[in-house]
């Protein structure tokens, strides 16, 4: 039989193979083992960095050989931060692919399908390079090309003249995903300005409190890969928080046997891949958490030693039930009666997950004993009033088995990561924003930014100068029209600053937009809780750090970005430089060079100065290899600073901090002996003082001082007299709220909408400009299960209409037994769109859309889909799709949890076969009754003016970004001499 070309080049490419592999067992090298300590034989070896070569794959059978240098970076697609290697092309020094970093500890040269998609986003034909400023009214889509130096000296001016009026609280700063530990909180801290918002209490602040309250670190670190059992309430496997980085840890422990359990009420991919998976009413996870701890406490199932001495249980009895002997026995019987409720039947009512499927899970969960990993985030305690109880009572499984911070459990977060010193610390602000930190929510772990428009509205004050910085507030937030209302009203909102890389939605209605760098075009450091160590990463403008490797001097980031592409570090120092040009204002001491006083600060002086001083073991490290720590992290992109860190809470406090040592009466320890100086910053919960200046730095256990958690009581707060003093003393113990989207309160049409997952191949609001992205995924129909079909009258050829409390969204359905009967879920990622008449926009992944008033409200009409179109890249001639899906979150209102401040994204909603002149893709919107649900939400809340316990505003012990001086936490006097 002839030989086909095609078997013929298998043939030759195996033989290749097999040469190439004898040449590397001939020079010794069987494997490259990078700091993973894995096999990683594919990736290149860091030795022949500045010189790869590979054949060109389109020239075969030609072998035309092409040079790279390798320059590391970090993926900025999702909060995974892995790793990637650049392969900048020696003879065009253009960037031909990214690909995943083996010297990364955390992605351990692997990525997901987003990494590599990088390369799109720098080669979008459709992106924004120069600085653009607005001709006509706002949303009118009429834009102007300006300069860098105009659109500095006019915003300069703006935040130089508020700060002068002591107008600082107009001067505000909305950051999505940031993607760096703490440079810009330091621009906003210098500034003097509590001007920090986040995107945090629409994504995770409701996981965050439920650890918080625990533990008083935010974050939950499961050790995946040495678990036996591995819970999860999320699709981990491949989208959840740092998924790439744990899933690869997750298969790990499967392959090693791990059990494991995938609480999901949608039949996501993780689900797939799991042991049991268990598919709950939405909102009533927390509801099954505790069936499960109640099987541990009543069997007696859990780690009695490990309760004794690490839970606060002395201090729950003495406030809570002084009649009970103060000892742990009487303890453990009330423990019994508290949860002995929660059994599985219960449960199951709850849940609708049968009653012995939850005792074979929870047996399953008993047989871990310490390694227990288990992690939750958006998810449930995105979803639901009361989400945050899903963590904490997720939590309270650790807490019980003693699985905290053992090997295979699970760790708070704090010690997993590393936050560096930077060369300038500003101190905190001498000053409190009311419209981020409302008094009604005093215990809120995060500004209350998707209530913003209905604040400004209720004319609580107004903001001068917004920026808004990889955010997409119309979009991304619920009641996105409320937004796009106080956006285009200059009385509320003065100047509005889009800090892009891409179109978006709300950037169509700034004045200013600026050009920002992807993931290969600036700097930032960074440190995830990936698994039991420390390490940092360094993102870098690639072909800044390649031309210089090449022996060329680069003077800032826009010389080598596309266009007039900069970078946020870089533009934020020249800002703050305009502010204050004489430095009279005491800002740009902040951001001069401490080697060059009276000059400006550079990256590399920043950077190099950070990794020489603040990162221990990189100076020796790099040294080593004869290089300096900045080139040592330009090199490798990435360095691990410590493994196996261990249960931090169990050492003892060194004896140099126990000078004049005061002592709480549950065993809390106070010293007066000066702080150590700070190398590691981790932002995490800081404890009172004991009144006499003295502050906590252990905890007494059986007689020792140990370091304990930072939580007021040193101890994990199984009883957090926080929530009890603030006002919430009914769920100061771990337990369970029911959900707005509890069946009881549906109605007879009622369905919950789950509208918050992910897709594995999209991130939010910033992968549309990644082709191979768009084509795998564009668009996100309504999953319902066929009953609900049957039921409901309609069929797949259909459209629906799904109708929220302040309007309607009108889809297609994907009929699928992969979800609850009664509940349906749409992907969040979708539903792009630009103004007709606008000539910008994303041109792959956003539709044309008519907006206008109608019918008493905002209605949304397609004009038409995507289509194939002419730019610099022939592939946008080839989009063959044109349904970019529908964009739900429009016709959500908001719903803040009244204690940790969460956005509550599940919708009760009716589902039913849409009108005869509905269309695809159409949406209405009432903003008024947007208002009205606002304010029903507001009334749930328990301001701080009514319960502070002690005239504050909030405990100064929780979390806060952007602290202001303490002094700032007091009731405004107006209120306090109420
Ligand atoms: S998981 Fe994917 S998107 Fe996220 S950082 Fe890693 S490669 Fe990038």
């Not at 001495?309 to 508290?338: S, V």
């Not at 698994?531 to 090449?550: H, K």
């Not at 120092?573 to 305009?578: I, M, N, P, V």
Request: with cysteine; aromatic share 10%.
């Amino acid at each position: 039989m002839t030989e086909q070309p095609v078997e013929r080049d298998l043939r030759e490419i195996g033989r290749r193979v097999l040469a190439a592999r004898a040449d590397t067992l001939e020079r010794g090298e069987t494997f490259y083992p990078g700091p993973s300590r894995i096999h990683l034989a594919s990736f290149p070896p860091k030795e022949r960095w500045d010189d790869w070569v590979e054949l060109d794959s389109k020239s075969w059978p030609e072998r035309s050989e092409r040079r790279y240098m390798l320059v590391p970076t970090t993926c900025f697609n999702c909060e995974s931060a892995c790793g990637l290697l650049a392969y900048v092309d020696k003879d065009t020094m253009q960037v031909r692919k990214f690909e995943g970093n083996p010297e990364h500890p955390g992605s351990r040269g692997r990525n997901c399908a987003k990494g590599p998609a990088t390369l799109n986003q720098v080669t979008d034909p459709d992106r924004i390079l120069y600085p653009l400023k607005r001709a006509g009214a706002r949303g009118d889509g009429k834009w102007v090309q300006v300069t860098w130096n105009e659109a500095l000296d006019e915003i300069a001016a703006r935040i130089r003249k508020a700060i002068v009026e002591e107008r600082q609280n107009e001067i505000m700063y909305h950051v999505g995903r940031p993607g760096e530990d703490g440079f810009t909180e330091r621009v906003l801290a210098s500034w003097g300005v509590d001007g920090h918002n986040s995107h945090t209490n629409v994504c995770s602040s409701g996981a965050r409190s439920g650890y918080h309250y625990w533990s008083g670190i935010d974050r939950p670190s499961p050790d995946h890969a040495n678990a036996d059992v591995i819970l999860l309430i999320s699709s981990h496997l491949e989208t959840g928080h740092y998924f790439n980085p744990h899933a690869q840890r997750i298969i790990e422990a499967k392959e090693r046997g791990a059990k494991l359990i995938v609480v999901d009420t949608r039949l996501s991919n993780t689900a797939t891949h799991a042991d049991f998976w268990l598919a709950p009413h939405p909102g009533s996870e927390a509801a099954m958490n505790l069936a499960v701890a109640n099987y541990l406490i009543q069997g007696d199932l859990y780690d009695r030693d490990y309760v004794r001495r690490w839970w606060n249980w002395e201090e729950y009895l003495a406030r809570e039930r002084p009649e009970a002997a103060p000892t742990f026995e009487a303890f453990e019987e009330l423990l019994k009666e508290l949860y002995a409720g929660y059994t599985f039947e219960y449960a199951e009512r709850e849940t609708g997950i049968a009653a012995a499927t939850l005792e074979e899970v929870a047996a399953v969960v008993a047989s871990a004993g310490t390694k227990l990993a288990t992690h939750s985030w958006r998810s449930a305690a995105a979803g639901n009033l009361g989400g945050w109880q899903v963590s904490r009572t997720l939590f309270l499984l650790n807490a019980l088995l003693g699985a905290i911070a053992t090997e295979g459990g699970t760790f708070p977060n704090a010690w997993n990561k590393f936050v560096p010193k930077p060369i300038h610390t500003p101190p905190h602000p001498e000053t409190w924003n009311d419209l981020t930190w409302p008094l009604e929510y005093p215990l809120a772990l995060n500004e209350l930014s998707f209530l913003l428009p209905h604040f400004l509205k209720e004319d609580r004050g107004r903001v001068d100068v917004y920026f808004t910085r990889v955010y997409n507030p119309v979009w991304t937030n619920p009641d996105g029209m409320s937004w796009v209302e106080v956006l285009t009203d200059e009385t509320k909102i003065g100047m509005f600053v889009a800090l892009t890389p891409t179109w978006n939605e709300s950037a169509f209605f700034a004045d200013y937009i600026l050009p920002m760098g992807h993931a290969s075009e600036r700097h930032d450091v960074h440190s995830y809780e990936q698994y039991d160590a420390q390490w940092i990463g360094f993102r870098q403008p690639v072909l800044r750090t390649a031309r210089e490797r090449r022996g060329e001097s680069i003077g800032d980031t826009r010389e080598v970005n596309p266009g007039e592409v900069w970078e946020e570090n870089e533009f934020w120092t020249e800002l703050s430089w305009r502010i204050d040009p004489d430095g009279s204002l005491g800002i740009r001491q902040y951001h001069e060079s401490k080697a060059t006083p009276g000059t400006k600060l550079t990256v590399d002086e920043y950077y190099g100065w950070m990794f020489e001083n603040s990162v221990p073991g990189l100076p020796e490290r790099a040294a080593a290899e004869g290089l300096k720590p900045l080139d040592f992290m330009r090199r490798y992109g990435a360095f691990e600073i410590a493994r196996k860190i261990g249960a931090v809470y169990e050492e003892e406090v060194p004896p140099q901090e126990l000078e004049h040592v005061g002592e709480s009466s549950f065993g809390r320890v106070y010293t007066a002996a000066p702080k150590p100086p700070a190398t590691n910053i981790v932002p995490h919960g800081a404890p009172e003082g004991d009144g006499e200046g003295r502050r906590p730095v252990g905890v007494r256990i059986d007689g020792r001082i140990l370091k304990g958690f930072p939580t007021p009581s040193g101890k994990l707060e199984f009883y957090s007299s926080t929530l009890a003093d603030w006002g919430w003393r009914e769920h100061a113990i771990p337990g369970y709220i029911k959900s707005h989207v509890h069946p009881d309160d549906l109605g007879p049409e009622g369905m919950v909408l789950i509208s918050t997952f992910r897709l594995p191949v999209q991130i939010h609001t910033r992968s549309a400009n990644a082709k191979w992205l768009d084509e795998i995924a564009h668009t996100n129909p309504l999953w319902i299960h066929p009953s609900d079909v049957e039921r409901l009258g309609i069929d797949a050829t259909d459209l629906v209409r799904v109708e929220t409390e302040i309007g309607y969204f009108v889809v297609k359905p994907w009929i699928t037994e992969g979800i609850r009967p009664g509940v349906v879920a749409c992907s969040h990622h979708m539903g792009r769109w630009k103004l007709g008449g606008h000539p910008r926009g994303q041109g792959q992944m956003m539709a044309t859309v008519n907006l206008g008033r109608e019918d008493g409200g905002w209605k949304m009409s397609r004009k038409s889909g995507v289509a194939p179109y002419e730019s610099s890249d022939p592939d946008t001639k080839r989009i063959w799709w044109t349904d970019v899906g529908v964009h739900q979150n429009l016709t959500f209102s908001v719903h803040p949890d009244p204690i940790s401040g969460q956005h509550c994204w599940h919708q009760a909603v009716r589902v039913r076969r849409a009108e005869p002149g509905d269309s695809y893709g159409d949406i209405f919107v009432d903003t008024d009754k947007a208002a009205e649900v606002y304010r029903r939400w507001l009334e749930l809340t328990r301001s701080a003016d009514l319960v502070s316990p002690d005239g504050t505003r909030r405990p100064f012990w929780l979390m806060r970004p952007l602290k202001p001086a303490k002094a700032h936490f007091g009731l405004p006097d107006e209120v306090a001499q109420r």
